[in-house]
C-alpha cells in the first residue's frame, strides 16, 4: 500500500494541473464572447449613428452624444481587456535536455516521481497564478461590457 502513495500524488497533481489548463480554455473562450457582443454591438451603435445622422428628419439630441461617446469607449475597453486574456503566457512549461534524462535515467521509481510531481507543482503554481489574473483581467472586461450596456441605454433613453 505505502508504495502507491507517491503514485496517487503524482496522478493528483497532475490532475489538479489538467484542471487549471481546463480554467484556462473556459476564461478564454469566455474571454472570445464578450470581444464578440462588444464588437457586435459596437459596430450595431455605429451602424445605428450612420443610418440616424443620413436620415434628414432626424438628429441625434446633443445630450445623447456624450451617451454614446462613452459607450463606444467602454466598449472598446471592453474588447481590448478580454483580448489581454488571450495573449499565450507560460504555463509551467517544462524543458528537459538530453542531458537532463541522461542524468536521472537510473534513478530510483521513487526518486524519479517524485523529481516529476516538484515539476508538476511548479507548473500548477504557474498555472494558477496566470489563471487568476486572466480572471480578474475578465471581471474586468465583463463590467466594462455592463457599463457600456448601461451608458447605450442612457443614450437610447435621451434619444427616445
Do not use: H
Amino acid at each position: 500500500m505505502a508504495g502507491d502513495t507517491p503514485a496517487l500524488y503524482s496522478a493528483f497533481i497532475k490532475d489538479l494541473f489538467d484542471g487549471e489548463l481546463a480554467r484556462r480554455t473556459t476564461l478564454e473562450s469566455k474571454a472570445g464572447s464578450v470581444i464578440t457582443t462588444s464588437g457586435t454591438l459596437v459596430t450595431l451603435l455605429f451602424g445605428l449613428v450612420a443610418v440616424v445622422t443620413g436620415a434628414k428628419t432626424f438628429t441625434i439630441p446633443a445630450g445623447a452624444n456624450g451617451w454614446l461617446l462613452a459607450a463606444i469607449i467602454a466598449f472598446v475597453a471592453a474588447c481590448i481587456a478580454a483580448i489581454f486574456v488571450g495573449v499565450p503566457l507560460p504555463y509551467g512549461e517544462t524543458e528537459i535536455t538530453m542531458a537532463d534524462l541522461a542524468s536521472a535515467w537510473t534513478d530510483a521509481p521513487a526518486e524519479t516521481e517524485a523529481a516529476i510531481a516538484g515539476t508538476r507543482l511548479e507548473a500548477l503554481s504557474a498555472a494558477r497564478r496566470w489563471n487568476a489574473m486572466k480572471a480578474w483581467i475578465l471581471l474586468g472586461a465583463i463590467a466594462g461590457e455592463i457599463v457600456a450596456i448601461a451608458l447605450l441605454a442612457v443614450a437610447v433613453g435621451v434619444i427616445i
